[in-house]
Structures are given as C-alpha cells and as structure tokens.
C-alpha cells in the first residue's frame, strides 16, 4: 500500500496518471510543482524511505535514452539504457541505487511516449548500427508492471527493427504483458540470478529463484528469447556448490533454444556507493569476504572474480549445445 | 548575550521542541519538567535536568527563521536530535481534538510549498497547513503561524525525517482557554509519546552505526569492563544487526556482571 503520491501539476490530467491514482483510492495525493522538491532533497534516509516509500508521478524532459556504461552489453556495437522510473520496490543489499539516490520514493515517468521517440531518433542516427536498449538500469523493469503497464505499452509501441535488440532485465514475476503477447526475436526478458541461499539473503522482497526459474521457463515455452544475468557473483564459502546446483536447475528446466544469451558480474562498488551501502549495513556479510579496493572500484580480488567467472562460465558451456552468447559485465 | 555551547556541551540533545506561545509551551513544560534557562535571553529557552529535552518559544519581534538556529545552539542538537513543532490550530468541521502531521506547508503570502517527510508515519491523520497567523473563526483548512520559515530553516540543518510538524487541530468552537481541558491533554501525551517512540526507532534504521556506539555506552555505564573486555564488547557489538540488539537490551540489564553480558552476546551470535 502506498500511503501518499506526489502528482506533478504539469501532468496531473494525464491519461497514465489518473490510470495510476485510480489504482490507490485510498493514498493521500500531494500535487507538487516538480519531482525533485521531493526526490533530489538533501538530508533525506533512504534506508527509514524504504520502509514505507511513496510514489511520485512526474514527467522527464529530457535524457529519456542514456548510452550505457563502457562494459555494459551484450554484444551490440552501441549500448543505450532507459528508465521510465527511479528506484525499486526489492531492496537487494549489493544494489547500486541503495548509494545512488537520496531518496528511496519511487519516481514514475509518466510520459512514455518520449522513450520510445528517442529511441526511433537514436535508431535513424545509428542506421545500419546494432543497438541494444536496456530497461531495468535505474529500477526492475516489470516489478512495478501492474502499476505503471510499461512493458504492456512497450510491447503495443516500440519500432521493430533487426538490428536492434530490446533488454527488459528484471528479477519480477510480473511477465504478464509478455504472455499475452507475441514473442518477438528482438525482445530479451533477462532474469538477474543468485544461488537460492544467497538470494534469501540479499535479494531482500524480491521473489525466490525458484519463481524466476519458473518465469524464465514460461517465458521459453512460449518462444520468448531469455537472458541469465549472474550479475552480481557472489562470494562464500560453498560458492562453486551453490552456482552449479543453479545453472544445472536454470538449465534443466528452461527450453535453451530459447537461451539468447548469458551474462556474469562480479560485485563491484564505486568507492562512494560502497561507503553509502556498507554505513547501512555495518559489518554485513556482503563485505566480509575477499573485498579489497582497486582504482576506487571495491570488489572481490582480481583471481577471486576471474576463478568465479571461468568456473561459471564452464558450467554454461558443458550445458548448453547450442552456441550461446555469453558476456562478462564489468561497468567499473 | 552569553557565549553559547562554551563550556558544558557532554550532554546529548536528543528532542527539540518549537512552539509559538506559552500555552503551547504548557503541556512540554509539565510533562518533561522542563525549566527556563536563564542565561539564554534571545528566545525563552527550556531544557530538562538531563538536558536532552529542549523547547524554544517564538517570539513575535525576532523572526522565527532564527529560532531553530538559536535552539539548535543552545540545545548543541546533532544530526540525531529529533525536531518537533507543536501548535494548537481549529477547524471547523471537526467535533473532537484530531493529533494532525503536516506533509506540505504553503507559505500563505508566496504560495511556495514545502513538504515535510512522512516516512513510516502511517498511522497518523496527515494534512497541508498554511503558514500565517491563526484565526479562530471558520476554519476550514489549518493555519499554524510561523511554520513555514521554521521549517525551511530546520530542513537545511537537520535530517528530514527527524523533523516532525505537528498540530493539535480544534474544533472551532474551543478557546485557547480551554486547553486544561483533559481530552486535549491525554491527546497531546498519547501522540507526541508516540512519535518521541517513533523517532528512536527511526534513528536506529537511520544512523545504524551510531546505534552501535550509544548501545556500547549504556552497556559501559551499567557494567564494569576491563580495557580488555570492552574491546571484545565493541567488536561483538558490531556484529548485531540493530534490531537484534535493541531486543537484546532488557535481558542484558538484568545480568550481574560485565563478563555474563560478554558471554550472552557471543551464545547470540552461534
């Protein structure tokens, strides 16, 4: 339950907006003149805002479609990412937008047809170019789907295109908008991945890996292309028994001919966000193992997450027959 | 007027109250036994024995920008001090005292709006208020005097969430005379208990570290520990999750010496 929305005036007689409101009768509505009065305060604790968010419906004006961070892809020679809302209803201790923002609301675009406008702009000056366009960088692309419809209007709107490669990367059960609709070879629903131990763990409200194994393979069996994202790899003690009884049962149960492609990250933090998320959790296990800083970059040792990377990797390959794509992610 | 903070600042603050009258100041006065410090002669200033209760009054001749400012010295708030405005308003359309937190102040002559936080207070009835001077007749929306420039002020110095902007709403009909009135009074202490409850449990999600090290202190105070053991105590410490040692803290007092309580903490952590 959301107990209070902040409107922005200028879209308060949106269609998306009222369609929203309608959706939380009960909330107090709050119309302010623009989001950041709220979101980009100072002072504010993103830890006590998580606990009990509020939503902000604004308008974005501009940036609709950002280039990504060198390292992050799957293969396209340019890499574009889009968030048609800020922050996350999971709260998952090694995710960066803990250390990003100082609010934890959350912060809804309404104006979706500006995304997709300057996605068709950004394909006519990149003709002949392959692109992928991530959704899911700044929030979980579908966890928030019965509220916004974003992938369901995504999926009605978006410029079909062989060259370009759609990524919506999420941790959600919310594949809805998929189901109903025709699976498209230029669409990647990608599932970030942990051991199940680890993800009760960390992955705090996001839902178990056995449902988003379930997902991936309802998703296959309807010939939708699928990403396996173990982004972040995460260090213990039984690491190597743990990833494998993953990626065996991921493999087991999904159609791979469906696969399009795998990708792994190790944990990694900026030396700003590292200090912001370990001050919220003094003395986590998160940290306490193998983490050491490099370049201002915190991360496990270079033999540490190379190990990992090869070991996992492995595993893919001796799995699936079929020539999977498979990328190593490293945004810092 | 006197130094501020020159000499005794080992005290913690930890709540600040700001109120517009003396009536208002009343029920604070009374129930925290607070006393009018003498030495600070720019606002009337009260604080408690212990001095981690402190309330100001606005004064109409001095702006009220200042009086956060003027507290904030005289208290040697922190970023942990919990901020309270408190002031009584009427409506008209009310039959019974209602305790209201204000979510979006509008400054009655530029209409800019402020919105102070409302993390994790469900409970409570929420409304906007316009900042200007109260008139009892016709309410129909709350007027609290001065609260705009208050709250501008206290949001650049202290934490968001740690500001609270409160109201007891009347209804139209009652006279401040009446506030001896002992609906009001048990109104007044069932939620501004309430929220002094919830602002501790806040800073504990808020400022997890500094929970460690007021935590560490209690213990130091109640129990003897060599350098030794109070080296292991902190390092234990550190390996709680807040919460856990929050839950911990009663069955830790009744131990009889520091090393029970050394020995408790570890078995929690197996």
């Known amino acids: 339950m959301i107990n209070t929305i902040y409107v922005e005036n200028e879209i308060k007689d949106h269609s998306r907006t009222l369609s929203i409101l309608s959706k939380f009768k009960r909330s107090r509505i709050i119309y302010i003149n623009k989001y950041s009065e709220i979101f980009n305060k100072k002072k504010q604790s993103f830890r006590l805002q998580k606990k009990d968010p509020l939503l902000i419906l604004a308008k974005k004006n501009n940036n609709f479609v950002l280039k990504a961070p060198e390292g992050f892809g799957i293969g396209a020679s340019i890499n574009y990412y889009f968030s048609h809302m800020y922050n996350c209803i999971y709260d998952c201790k090694y995710c960066f937008l803990q250390g990003l923002y100082s609010s934890a609301n959350y912060l809804v675009f309404v104006n979706y047809e500006d995304f997709l406008n300057q996605i068709k702009n950004l394909v006519i000056k990149n003709k002949g170019k392959s692109i992928t366009f991530f959704s899911g960088y700044d929030c979980d692309s579908l966890a928030m789907e019965k509220v916004t419809s974003f992938a369901d209007f995504f999926l009605k709107n978006y410029l079909e295109n062989k060259k370009i490669t759609y990524e919506f990367r999420t941790k959600s059960l919310q594949i809805n908008p998929f189901l109903k609709n025709k699976p498209s070879e230029n669409i990647i629903i990608a599932y970030s991945l942990l051991p199940g131990d680890l993800a009760q763990k960390f992955d705090i409200k996001a839902p178990s890996i056995n449902l988003r194994i379930k997902s991936l393979k309802q998703l296959t069996s309807l010939g939708w292309q699928i990403g396996l994202r173990f982004d972040p790899l995460i260090y213990n003690n039984n690491w190597k028994i743990s990833y494998k009884e993953l990626i065996r049962t991921i493999l087991d149960e999904i159609n791979t001919n469906y696969l399009h492609s795998v990708s792994f990250g190790s944990l990694r933090f900026p030396k700003q966000i590292f200090n912001t998320i370990n001050n919220m959790y003094p003395g986590d296990e998160l940290f306490s193992h193998n983490f050491e800083k490099r370049d201002n970059v915190y991360s496990y040792k270079d033999e540490v997450e190379k190990e990992m990377i090869s070991y996992c990797k492995n595993l893919i390959y001796k799995k699936v027959k079929k020539d999977v794509q498979i990328f190593s992610c490293t945004p810092y | ?270």
């Open chain 2, 1 to 270: 007027m006197e130094k501020l903070n020159s000499t005794d600042n080992s005290y913690i603050c930890e709540y600040c109250f700001i109120v517009n009258n003396i009536s208002e100041a009343q029920f604070f006065i009374n129930r925290f036994n607070l006393k009018l410090k003498k030495k600070y002669n720019l606002f009337p200033i009260f604080s408690n024995q212990k001095k981690n209760i402190w309330l100001a009054i606005n004064q109409d001749t001095i702006s009220p920008t200042v009086t956060p400012i003027y507290l904030n010295n005289c208290a040697n708030a922190n970023e942990q001090t919990t901020w309270i405005f408190f002031s009584f308003s009427f409506l008209s359309n009310l039959n019974s005292p209602h305790f209201i937190i204000i979510d979006e102040i509008i400054d009655s002559s530029t209409q800019n709006k402020l919105y102070p936080s409302v993390s994790c207070l469900t409970k409570f009835e929420k409304k906007n208020a316009l900042s200007k001077e109260q008139i009892s007749q016709n309410q129909e929306c709350i007027t609290l005097k001065n609260i705009y420039e208050i709250y501008k002020t206290l949001e650049k110095l202290v934490n968001k969430a740690l500001i609270f902007v409160t109201t007891l709403s009347m209804p139209e009909k009652y006279e401040l005379s009446d506030i001896d009135n002992k609906t009001i009074k048990s109104e007044q202490n069932k939620y501004i208990t309430e929220i002094m409850n919830l602002s501790d449990e806040m800073k504990i999600t808020i400022f997890p570290f500094f929970y460690f090290f007021n935590f560490f202190k209690k213990i130091k105070e109640e129990f003897k520990f060599s350098v030794y053991e109070q080296n292991v105590l902190e390092n234990l410490l550190k390996q709680f999750n807040p919460n856990d040692l929050k839950n911990n803290l009663k069955f830790i007092k009744k131990l009889k010496n520091g090393k029970q309580v050394i020995n408790h903490l570890k078995q929690k952590l197996l």
